[in-house]
Every structure is written in C-alpha cells, then in structure tokens.
C-alpha cells in the first residue's frame, strides 16, 4: 500500500511517498513562508503524482496557516482519491528522529517555536512515548519545566543557550521519517492540534434591545 505523507506545520515543508514502510521519493525544503504555493508542486514532483492508498499529514502543533495548509491538501486529495486521511503529531515526530540519531538517551524534551515568543513543549521518554502533557510556555518557563539533558526542535539551541547542562539538537518535522512512528502514533484524527489559544478573541455580542 502506498502512502502519501504531508508536513506543513512548521517553517519546513516535506512530502514523502512509502510503499509499506519503504521511502519510495520525498522532499523537504525550509521555507519559512510560501507553504501553500510550494507544497502542490511538491507533491506533483513525485512518482505518479504523489497518488496514494491513504495519506498521513502533521496536524501539529505549529504554525495556523502551515496547519491549515496541509490539512486541506491532505483532505481534498483524500477526498479526490477516496484514501483515508490520518495525522500524526508534529512533537511526536521529532522526538522519534532525535532518539533515533541519540541511541541511549534517556529522553527527550521537545522545543518548537511558538507565537508570541513561546514554545510548544513536550517530554517523550527513551521509547518515544509521550511522558507529559503538551503546553506552550516563555523561555524562563521552559528551562524550569526541562526533564532530560538533551532538548530537541527549532527552539533547542535557543534553551540550549540559557542552560548550561543541556545539549541541543536543532530538528524540524521531516515528512520522510514519518514511518519510524508507530502505526497508532501516525493514524490520529486528521484534525488540527493547536497548542495554545488562538490569538484572535471573539466579538461580544450586542445587547439585546426590547
């Protein structure tokens, strides 16, 4: 079975197209910006268009928009070639490619950059498996908040720099490695996981008049 793998929820965009559990074609790119016009050629680029039996995408936490981007290609294509659309979890994934190239690490804390000069962060223990809750914390709160000595994301060298017993690893999601999840980890609901309030409050509602 072929599957199609989307990553858009950070400043890294990648596709990747498997046979089972074997990488048939991908890319990956840093974009920053641009995911929306990039991603569709991308994905044109690969052997049969990229057409899959099912198709996985990361639903985050990350950026709005690059969350909103690959959620929509992965559901139209889904819809278009009647395949299943699952997701997987944006700190999930690069806590398993950091264990993966630190072979006995005890664990690992996962820092990506948030809005508003935060990070999501999250723990994952030496088998990959979440040991704490998502939260989204300022820099002074995540160093506090730190379990293990090695911290792992786009926002690792930044706490790496206020603490002197920590060692970066600076990863983003990389559509590529989405198979060294394990099937639970990457068939979650295709929906998008935010990690924070959005900015955006809702309006108050008029009073009502008699």
Sequence with gaps: ??????DTATEACSVALFDGDSLIAGDYIKLGRGHAERLVPMI???PGNGKADAIVVNCGP???????VGLSAAKALGLAWKAPVTGYNCLGL???MALAQQHGADGVDIAMHGGHGEFFMQSYTSDGSAAG????????????WLQYNLVAGS???NLASLHDNVRALPLWPDARQAMRLSEQARTLAAEPVYGRAPDAKPMAQPARTR
Excluded: N, Y
Aim: glycine share 8%; charged share 20%.
């Design 155 to 157: 926002g690792s060298e």
């Design 94 to 96: 690069v806590a398993t």
């Design 1 to 6: 079975m072929r599957t199609l793998v989307i």
């Design 133 to 144: 809750e998502l939260t989204s914390l300022k820099p002074d709160a995540a160093i506090a």
């Design 44 to 46: 044109a680029a690969l």
């Design 62 to 68: 990350g950026s709005f928009t690059g969350l909103r």
